[in-house]
C-alpha cells in the first residue's frame, strides 16, 4: 500500500478564513494535537506577514517533535529570511516557497512575463537553499496555468533544487479528471521528478477537494495538503478527515493509506473549533454533528437491528465518544485526569489545578457535566490571558419596558476600569460597556450561541467575530449565564487581537 505524506495547513490556510486567526500559543496548542494526531508536516504560517506570525511558526517548530514545520514564503529575499530565521535551529523544518503561473495572476497580479517568472524560480529556491535542504515549491493556481508553461516551470524548480512539488488547485476550479491529468503530465514530462516528493493542495469552491486529491495520488501524488474540518480560504481545503476516513473506509479500492491515527480526529476537530469559534456544519462528512444521528424510523429500526445498515464508520473510529460519560461534583480528579487524557489534552499542574477548579463550580451549578462542557474548561483556561482584559464583574436591568443598561468592571494589568452603557439589549449594553474600556471600535462580524449538553441546565457557549481595525477576531465563552458567557467572548476576541497585534498579553 502506497503510504501517503499528510501535510496539515490548519494553522496557514486554514487560518486564514476569516475568523479563524489564531494566537501564537493557540498554535503551538493545536500544533501538539495535530502531532497526536500524526500527520507528517504542519505548515504553521507566513513569518514574514507579521510578528504573531514569525512568532507562532517559531513557537510550533520548537513546541513539536516528530512532524517536519513548513514555513510560507514568496519568491522574495525577505520572506525567505523571516523563514529561516524562524525556524532556526530546527531539524525538521521545510520551507515552502511559491509564485502565481496563471495567466490572470501573471498579467494583473503580478505584471510579469513568464521568462521573469522562470527566472525568479530559479533564483529564489537557489536563495532558500542558504537556509534550508528541504524545500517545497507551489506554482500558485497551477489548474488554470497553461499546461506546457506549468511543465516547463515545474522543470525549473526541479532543477534548482526543489525537493517537493506542490500543485495547488488554488481556486477550487478543477474537474477530478482534468487534475489527474495534470497530475500525469507532470510526472511523465518532467526530468528529475522521480527524485522528489508530488503534493496536491486543492481548494473546495466546487465542492471537489477530496475528489481531486483522490484522483492525483491515483496519478502519482504522494503528499496532501488538507486542513482540519476543511478550514481555509473561501470554502477551504480539503478536509484532512475526510481523506483519511476515505481511503481507510474504502481500502478495498484505494490502494493507498496514511499515518494518521484515526482516533484522534475528533478531538483534534472539536479543539479546532474552540479555538476558532467556527463551527462545522452539522451535515459536515465525518465530524458534523449530524453524522452518526437516525432520524427516520426506518433507519433507526435498521440500525438497532445491524449498525452497518446505515452507517459506513462507527464514532469510535474517529475517537468520538457514542456516550459521553457524564461527570458530576463526586467526580474526583483522578476521573478528570483519565477523560482529559482520553481526549489527549496535557496540562501542567498549575493549569489542571484550574480546571478542576472550575470543573467544581460548574458541578456545583448544574449536576451533570458533559464531555463538551470539560473540553470548554479547558480552552478556556488555556485561553486565558495572563494580562489581558478579565472580566470582574457587571450587572445589567433589562426588560420589555426599560432600557436596557449594563455597568461592567474589567482588570488590565493591576488597573481596574468600570464603565455603564445602555444598548438595544443587554448584551448590547455590555458590549457597548466593554468598548468604552478599552476604547478600540469594533464591530460585531458574527454572533453565535448555543447549548453545551443537554437540558434545561445546559451551559451557554457564546462564539463570536470581531472586526478590530481591519483584522477579524474572534472569542468565546461559556457559562450558565448567556449574558455572562456573551461579555466573556467579547472580551477574549479583544485579548486575542491584542496579543496577534501587539503579542502584549503574554
Ligand atoms: O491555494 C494556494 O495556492 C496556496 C498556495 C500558497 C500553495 O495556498
Ligand atoms: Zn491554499
Same mark, same amino acid.
Given at each position: 500500500?502506497? /503510504? ?22 493557540? +498554535? ?10 500524526? *500527520? ?16 507562532? *511558526? ?20 525577505? !520572506? ?9 535551529? &530546527? ?7 511559491? @509564485? ?8 494583473? $497580479? ?6 521573469? &517568472? ?22 500558485? !493556481? ?54 522528489? !516528493? @508530488? ?67 475528533? #478531538? ?6 474552540? &479555538?476558532?469559534?467556527? @463551527? #462545522? ?35 469510535? !473510529? ?10 458530576? /461534583?463526586?467526580?474526583? /480528579?483522578? %476521573?478528570? +485526569? ?6 489527549? *489534552? +496535557? ?17 456545583? $451549578? ?39 443598561? %449594563? ?40 454572533? @453565535? ?56 498579553? /503574554?
Amino acid at each position: 500500500m502506497k /503510504r501517503i505524506k499528510i501535510f496539515d495547513t490548519t494553522l496557514r490556510d486554514g487560518e486564514q478564513s476569516p475568523g479563524a486567526s489564531m494566537t501564537p500559543d493557540e +498554535k503551538v496548542e493545536m500544533a501538539l494535537m495535530l502531532e497526536a494526531l500524526g *500527520v507528517d508536516l504542519i505548515e504553521a504560517g507566513f513569518p514574514v506577514s507579521s510578528p504573531a506570525q514569525f512568532e507562532g *511558526v517559531k513557537k510550533v517548530s520548537q513546541a513539536v517533535v516528530k512532524p517536519t514545520v513548513v514555513a510560507l514564503a514568496r519568491c522574495v529575499e525577505s !520572506d525567505i529570511d523571516a523563514a529561516g530565521e524562524a525556524l532556526k535551529n &530546527i531539524k525538521n523544518r521545510r520551507i515552502h516557497v511559491f @509564485i502565481a503561473t496563471s495567466p490572470i495572476h501573471r498579467k494583473y $497580479k503580478l505584471r510579469m512575463e513568464k521568462e521573469e &517568472i522562470l527566472k525568479r524560480i530559479e533564483n529564489y529556491i537557489n536563495y532558500a537553499k542558504k537556509y534550508f535542504s528541504d524545500i517545497e515549491f507551489s506554482p500558485e !493556481d497551477a489548474s488554470r496555468t497553461e499546461l506546457p508553461f506549468l511543465v516547463e516551470v515545474v522543470k525549473t524548480a526541479v532543477k534548482a533544487g526543489a525537493t517537493t512539488i506542490n500543485i495547488p488547485d488554488t481556486v477550487g476550479y478543477s474537474l477530478p479528471e482534468e487534475f489527474a491529468n495534470i497530475i500525469k503530465t507532470i510526472k511523465e514530462g518532467v526530468p528529475g521528478i522521480e527524485n522528489v !516528493d @508530488i503534493s496536491v493542495h486543492c481548494h473546495n469552491d466546487l465542492g471537489l477537494a477530496l475528489i481531486n486529491s483522490i484522483y492525483a495520488v491515483k496519478n502519482g501524488a504522494n503528499q496532501v495538503e488538507v486542513t482540519l474540518n476543511g478550514i481555509g480560504e473561501r470554502a477551504g481545503n480539503c478536509a484532512l478527515e475526510e481523506f483519511v476516513m476515505a481511503s481507510k473506509v474504502r481500502r478495498d479500492l484505494l490502494d493507498f493509506g496514511t499515518n494518521i491515527n484515526p482516533e484522534f480526529i475528533y #478531538p483534534a476537530s472539536r479543539l479546532l473549533v474552540h &479555538i476558532t469559534g467556527i @463551527i #462545522p456544519s452539522r451535515n459536515k462528512p465525518i465530524i458534523g454533528e449530524n453524522v452518526f444521528l437516525h432520524e427516520s424510523g426506518i433507519h433507526q429500526d435498521g440500525v438497532l437491528k445491524m449498525r452497518e445498515t446505515y452507517e459506513i464508520m462507527k464514532p469510535e !473510529d474517529i475517537g468520538r465518544p457514542s456516550e459521553s460519560l457524564v461527570l458530576g /461534583r463526586h467526580s474526583g /480528579r483522578h %476521573a478528570i +485526569k483519565k477523560k482529559l487524557e482520553s481526549y489527549s *489534552v +496535557k496540562l501542567d499542574e498549575e493549569k489542571f489545578q484550574r480546571v478542576f477548579e472550575r470543573f467544581l463550580e460548574l458541578a456545583d $451549578k448544574k449536576k451533570e457535566v458533559f464531555d463538551d462542557d470539560l473540553i470548554s474548561i479547558v480552552s478556556d483556561v488555556l485561553r486565558e490571558p495572563i494580562n489581558g482584559y478579565r472580566l470582574m464583574h457587571f450587572h445589567v436591568h433589562t426588560g420589555n419596558t426599560l432600557l436596557p443598561t %449594563a455597568t461592567v468592571k474589567l482588570e488590565f494589568k493591576d488597573d481596574e476600569f468600570e464603565a455603564a452603557e445602555t444598548g438595544n439589549g443587554p448584551i448590547d449594553a455590555i458590549f457597548k460597556a466593554i468598548d468604552r474600556i478599552t476604547g478600540l471600535k469594533t464591530k460585531l462580524y458574527e454572533y @453565535i450561541i448555543q447549548a453545551v449538553g443537554s437540558g434545561k441546565n445546559a451551559q451557554g457557549e457564546v462564539k463570536l467575530t470581531l472586526e478590530i481595525e481591519g483584522q477579524f477576531s474572534s472569542g468565546r465563552g461559556i457559562s450558565t449565564d448567556i449574558v455572562e458567557a456573551s461579555a466573556i467572548a467579547y472580551i477574549n476576541a479583544i485579548n486575542k487581537h491584542l496579543i496577534i497585534k501587539n503579542g502584549l498579553l /503574554r
